[in-house]
């Protein structure tokens, strides 16, 4: 917590000197706005589990996971819903603890209007299954490289500027911000602070959140069997 409210601080005085600079407003975001995306963002930093741990790769390369796939269950299933128990205990202790410091501290923009705060609620739980999606898709490359240490690292690297933690998505230039929308990755955490600023069609971007789980749970159900038929332990 104290890390994520440190790196909190260190984002709000960037981006406050940006403003500055810009005259105090940058696309949709004046100095409120800017505070309220930076604290929700590093709440839901946690919450989404951007960065994973890579466990289920680490279990591919001991042979591991060849009792997780004998086990009467379905494992991407398995695994997901551990995840949304994993979100519950981070929404109390990674996300609400720097909303609330940001809310307190800082010039922040309340929604206007109340039904925001539960459809931001189902924005970021869908975030979530989108992000343990997209992480699954990661770990679930160990199947064929055993070792997916490389592209682990390559996602930890660009995660943060393509899904909007870095900077907002609105800040880019106009090709770039249509060819990310047209991504999974914004649906990660710009949505969600969209959906609670109230930038944007708030029905579109749980529409467009939807799509996104659907579409990489399914891409990994594939993938996870295409990795059923044939299971290469390494070393064995």
Known sequence: MTTNVVFGLLRVAILAAALKAANGE?????????NTYVWIGQGL????LLWGNNELAER??????????????HLQSALLAQDVGRGGFA???RLAPPTLFGMLLFPFQFPENPLRWPLF???ALIALVISFGVRFLVEASAFWLLD?????AFWNVTSGLLCGLTVPI??????????????????????????????GSTVELLLRQVFWAVAV????????????????????
């Open 45 to 48: 930093l946690g919450f989404v």
């Open 148 to 152: 997916n240490r490389g592209v682990f």
């Open 91 to 93: 929404f109390l202790t």
């Open 121 to 123: 609620l189902l924005s």
């Open 217 to 236: 749970l399914a891409i990994g159900h594939l993938a996870l069997r295409g990795a059923e038929r044939k299971v290469v332990v390494q070393g064995g």
């Open 60 to 73: 591919v390369r001991s042979g591991d996971v060849v009792v997780d796939l004998y086990r009467p269950w």
């Open 170 to 199: 609105s800040f880019f230039p106009e090709w770039a911000r249509d060819l990310l929308w047209m991504t999974p990755f914004p649906a990660l955490v710009q949505a969600p602070i969209d959906v609670f600023l109230g930038h």
């Open 26 to 34: 940058i696309a949709d975001y004046d100095i409120a706005a800017a």
